[in-house]
């Protein structure tokens, strides 16, 4: 599987939801501001876990 591909979003029926804007910003910026973000410390021990994906029907 390709990790890189798989989409998180699914509507209540099961099937993947497709990408949307209801914005008309720019996509790409050239010169972003760069930002600092304090993320906490992972609590010893830490392993993520990923989420159980409902069962694609065909």
Known sequence: MNLSKRNLLYK????PASPFRNDDWPIFDPKPDL???A???KPK?????DWTRPYMLE
């Open 45 to 49: 021990g830490y392993q993520s876990k």
């Open 12 to 15: 209540k029926e099961g099937f």
């Open 35 to 37: 930002i600092d973000v």
């Open 39 to 41: 993320k906490p410390e």
